[in-house]
C-alpha cells in the first residue's frame, strides 16, 4: 500500500505541471488553448488508462508477491519443520553417538585388557626369542668351531694324503732297495759259499779232517792243556780244543789218535770253578764220558782238564792241566 500512495502522488505533480496556461494572448489563444486543453485532457485520458493499466500491473505484481509471500511463508514453516524434524533426528542421533560412544569406550576398555595381555605375550615371546638368539648364537658359535674342525682335519687330511704318497714312494724305494740288497745278499752268499769252500780248502791242506760240519786235528806235539789251546788258534784263528757233544763225536776223536797214543787233551774243564764242568766255548756239558771212578781229583791233586783215555776206548778223565799230552783242535761248522 505505501508503494501505491507514492505512486498516485507523483503522477498528479506531473499532470499539474503541464496545464498551466500562458496568460499573454485573447480571442484566438482561447481555441488554441481549447484545443489544447482538447489535448491535454485526451492525453490525461491516455495516461489515466496508462495509468490504470499501470495500477492493474501493480495490482497483478502485489498479488504476486503476496502469493510469493505466502509460499515463502509456507516453505519458512515447511523449513521449520523440517529443521526441527532433523533436529529430533540430530538428538537421537546424538543420544545414539552417546551410546554408541559408550560402546566404543567399553570395547577400547576390552582391547586395552586385550593390548595389555598381548603385550605380556609379546614380553614373553621376546623372552623366548632372545632365549632362541641365545641358543642360535651359540650353535652358529658350535657351528663355527665344527667348520673350523673340519677345515683343519681337511688340511690334516691332506697332508696325511701327501705323506701317504711319499710313504707310497718310500715304500717302492725301500722295495726296489730291498730287491737291490736280494741280489747283493745272493751275490754275497755265493760269494761266501766260494769263500767257505776255499776256507775248506785251506783247512784241508792244513790237515783238518771234516766231520759233518766240523773240522779236526790231531797234533802229536805233547803240550800243557793252556799251550795246547794256544797253539789250536796259532794254527786257524777260529780253532779251540775240541769240544764233544755226542758219543759218535767222541768215537770220531777217538779214531784221529794213531795206534799206540794212550791219551789226548779235549777242551773240557773246571777251572773258573771246582766241579763246574766247561767246553773252551764257555758252554757246560751236555754229554760226558767219564771213566768209571771219574772226576775224583786223584789223591787230592788239582785235575781241572779232561784228557781222552784213548786206551780206555775213548773214556774221560780229570788230569793235571799242567801236564803235556797231544791234543785235538776243533774249527765248528
Ligand atoms: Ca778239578
Ligand atoms: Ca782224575
Same mark, same amino acid.
Given at each position: 500500500?505505501?508503494?501505491?500512495?507514492?505512486?498516485?502522488?507523483?503522477?498528479?505533480?506531473?499532470?499539474?505541471?503541464?496545464?498551466?496556461?500562458?496568460?499573454?494572448?485573447?480571442?484566438?489563444?482561447?481555441?488554441?488553448?481549447?484545443?489544447?486543453?482538447?489535448?491535454?485532457?485526451?492525453?490525461?485520458?491516455?495516461?489515466?488508462?496508462?495509468?490504470?493499466?499501470?495500477?492493474?500491473?501493480?495490482?497483478?505484481?502485489?498479488?504476486?508477491?503476496?502469493?510469493?509471500?505466502?509460499?515463502?511463508?509456507?516453505?519458512?514453516?515447511?523449513?521449520?519443520?523440517?529443521?526441527?524434524?532433523?533436529?529430533?533426528?540430530?538428538?537421537?542421533?546424538?543420544?545414539?553417538?552417546?551410546?554408541?560412544?559408550?560402546?566404543?569406550?567399553?570395547?577400547?576398555?576390552?582391547?586395552?585388557?586385550?593390548?595389555?595381555?598381548?603385550?605380556?605375550?609379546?614380553?614373553?615371546?621376546?623372552?623366548?626369542?632372545?632365549?632362541?638368539?641365545?641358543?642360535?648364537?651359540?650353535?652358529?658359535?658350535?657351528?663355527?668351531?665344527?667348520?673350523?674342525?673340519?677345515?683343519?682335519?681337511?688340511?690334516?687330511?691332506?697332508?696325511?694324503?701327501?705323506?701317504?704318497?711319499?710313504?707310497?714312494?718310500?715304500?717302492?724305494?725301500?722295495?726296489?732297495?730291498?730287491?737291490?740288497?736280494?741280489?747283493?745278499?745272493?751275490? &754275497?752268499?755265493?760269494? *761266501? %759259499?766260494?769263500?767257505?769252500?776255499?776256507? @775248506?780248502?785251506?783247512? =784241508?791242506?792244513?790237515? /783238518? #779232517?771234516?766231520?759233518?760240519?766240523?773240522?779236526?786235528?790231531?797234533?802229536?806235539?805233547?803240550?800243557?792243556?793252556?799251550?795246547?789251546?794256544?797253539?789250536?788258534?796259532?794254527?786257524?784263528?777260529?780253532?779251540?780244543?775240541?769240544?764233544?757233544?755226542?758219543?759218535?763225536?767222541?768215537?770220531?776223536?777217538?779214531?784221529?789218535?794213531?795206534?799206540?797214543?794212550?791219551?789226548?787233551?779235549?777242551?773240557?774243564?773246571?777251572?773258573?770253578?771246582?766241579?763246574?764242568?766247561?767246553?773252551?766255548?764257555?758252554?757246560?756239558?751236555?754229554?760226558?764220558?767219564?771213566?768209571?771212578?771219574?772226576?775224583?781229583?786223584?789223591?787230592?791233586?788239582?785235575?781241572?782238564?779232561? &784228557?781222552?783215555?784213548? *786206551? %780206555?776206548?775213548?773214556?774221560?778223565?780229570? @788230569?793235571?792241566?799242567? =801236564?803235556?799230552?797231544? /791234543? #785235538?783242535?776243533?774249527?765248528?761248522?
Amino acid at each position: 500500500m505505501l508503494l501505491l500512495t507514492f505512486l498516485f502522488i507523483a503522477i498528479f505533480q506531473t499532470g499539474h505541471g503541464q496545464i498551466v496556461p500562458s496568460t499573454g494572448h485573447q480571442p484566438a489563444d482561447h481555441t488554441s488553448l481549447l484545443l489544447q486543453v482538447q489535448n491535454y485532457l485526451l492525453q490525461l485520458q491516455s495516461s489515466a488508462a496508462d495509468q490504470k493499466q499501470s495500477l492493474m500491473d501493480i495490482q497483478a505484481s502485489v498479488a504476486d508477491l503476496k502469493s510469493k509471500d505466502a509460499q515463502i511463508e509456507k516453505n519458512l514453516t515447511q523449513q521449520d519443520t523440517t529443521t526441527s524434524s532433523q533436529l529430533q533426528f540430530l538428538q537421537q542421533q546424538l543420544a545414539s553417538a552417546g551410546d554408541q560412544t559408550a560402546n566404543l569406550t567399553t570395547q577400547l576398555k576390552k582391547l586395552e585388557t586385550i593390548m595389555n595381555a598381548l603385550q605380556m605375550k609379546n614380553s614373553d615371546q621376546q623372552i623366548l626369542i632372545n632365549t632362541a638368539k641365545s641358543s642360535l648364537d651359540v650353535l652358529s658359535s658350535n657351528i663355527s668351531s665344527i667348520s673350523s674342525r673340519l677345515s683343519n682335519q681337511v688340511i690334516s687330511i691332506k697332508s696325511l694324503g701327501s705323506s701317504m704318497k711319499q710313504l707310497e714312494a718310500s715304500v717302492k724305494n725301500t722295495e726296489i732297495q730291498n730287491g737291490e740288497l736280494k741280489n747283493k745278499t745272493a751275490a &754275497l752268499k755265493l760269494e *761266501n %759259499a766260494l769263500l767257505k769252500k776255499r776256507m @775248506d780248502l785251506l783247512i =784241508k791242506l792244513d790237515g /783238518f #779232517v771234516a766231520y759233518q760240519s766240523s773240522w779236526y786235528k790231531y797234533i802229536s806235539q805233547p803240550a800243557p792243556w793252556h799251550k795246547a789251546e794256544e797253539l789250536c788258534q796259532l794254527i786257524h784263528p777260529q780253532a779251540h780244543l775240541a769240544d764233544i757233544l755226542s758219543q759218535a763225536e767222541n768215537d770220531f776223536i777217538l779214531g784221529l789218535a794213531p795206534t799206540g797214543t794212550n791219551e789226548v787233551f779235549v777242551g773240557g774243564h773246571d777251572i773258573v770253578k771246582e766241579g763246574v764242568w766247561k767246553w773252551t766255548t764257555g758252554q757246560q756239558l751236555t754229554y760226558t764220558k767219564w771213566n768209571n771212578g771219574e772226576p775224583n781229583s786223584y789223591k787230592g791233586m788239582e785235575e781241572d782238564c779232561i &784228557l781222552m783215555m784213548v *786206551n %780206555a776206548g775213548g773214556a774221560w778223565n780229570d @788230569d793235571s792241566c799242567d =801236564k803235556s799230552y797231544s /791234543f #785235538v783242535c776243533k774249527i765248528k761248522g
